[in-house]
């Protein structure tokens, strides 16, 4: 069982990387909901993605991405979550550390979800991150980082839009 600093440090990790990504789509003109308080998760039954990214250019563009720690990339959690995204939508993404890439391809494909693509993420010392995959984005801006610690967090409740950048 993690203490209760490890549980704080992992939940750090994980809404850092998603305020980063967040970021990103912020900086290219999009329009982002993020759910940020997972300890009311239950009451969806787990299936509240963490964030839903939209293109502004048209309504019906519209991506939902779900981020994943280190610690998160278990069969428990495919087969609470995973397999619940991949009934609840036609198609959604899944963030994962770099690092955790090829053991999150053999739980999808033994979970037979196939209605998924794979971003991974890095983070440096620094705070940056790094990601591929996001989709969306302008052809060539895969390798853009975002600077976790610039943005600032706009999040009252979890409907609230990230909608503020700190220059």
């Known amino acids: 069982m ?15 990387t998603v305020f ?39 309504p019906v563009k519209a991506w939902g991405i779900a981020f994943e720690s280190t610690d ?14 991949s009934k609840a939508f036609d198609y959604w993404y899944l963030a994962v550390p770099l690092q955790t890439k090829t053991s999150t391809i053999h739980l999808l494909e033994k979970l037979n979800i196939r209605n998924c693509s794979l971003i991974t993420w890095q983070e440096a010392d620094n705070e940056k991150f790094s990601f ?24 009252q409740t979890r409907d609230e839009t990230f909608d503020e950048h700190n220059d």
């Open 2 to 16: 993690m203490s209760d600093n490890q549980l704080s440090v992992q939940k750090y990790s994980h809404d850092a």
């Open 20 to 58: 980063a990504a967040a970021g990103i789509y912020y900086d290219f003109g999009m329009s982002c909901s993020l759910y940020h308080d997972h300890q009311e998760d239950s009451e969806r039954e787990g299936l509240t993605i963490d964030l839903f990214v939209t293109d502004n250019s048209t």
């Open 72 to 85: 998160s990339i278990t069969e428990n959690q495919a087969q609470c979550q995973w397999l619940g995204y």
């Open 132 to 155: 591929r995959g996001l989709p969306g984005l302008p052809s060539g801006s895969h390798e853009k980082k975002s600077m976790y610690s610039n943005y600032k967090r706009v999040i």
